[in-house]
């Protein structure tokens, strides 16, 4: 399993960014995918998680009503529309994926074996 992630970049505060993540190697129907984020100083912490299969998201309370984690069965990719950026989600994001995940651990970033290389976001207020 190959994961590419892009699409970070510099935003001012209440600005709009969208994170992609390429996902190769095998199929994915039955793979959780994830977002993770890590400032510096801090540990990794849960974005938002997908279940390729069904595509209902799960998301980090932090983000709730700005993110929208999203996936396009063909192209094998999964989105993260990020709205409304502020300066606390300045952080270096990172999808990951693993196989048949319980709901109860879509949000623990050691439940996943697969990650991509991270794409930095960076918000100026």
């Known amino acids: 399993v190959q994961l590419q992630a892009s699409g970070g970049g510099l935003v001012q505060a209440g600005g709009s960014l969208r994170l992609s993540c390429a996902a190769s190697?095998?199929?994915?129907?039955?793979?959780?995918m994830g977002w993770f984020r890590q400032a510096p100083g801090k540990e990794r912490e849960f974005v938002a998680a997908i279940r390729w299969s069904a595509g209902v998201a799960y998301y980090a309370d932090s983000v709730k009503g700005r993110f929208t984690f999203s996936r396009d069965n063909a192209k094998n990719t999964v989105y993260l529309q990020m709205n409304s950026l502020k300066p606390e989600d300045t952080a270096v994001y990172y999808c990951?994926?693993?196989?048949?995940?319980?709901?109860?651990?879509?949000?623990?970033?050691?439940?996943?074996?697969?990650w991509g290389q991270g794409t930095l976001v960076t918000v100026s207020s």
């Open positions: 990951a994926a693993d196989w048949n995940l319980g709901s109860s651990s879509f949000n623990n970033y050691r439940s996943y074996d697969y």
């Open positions: 190697g095998r199929t994915f129907s039955g793979f959780v």
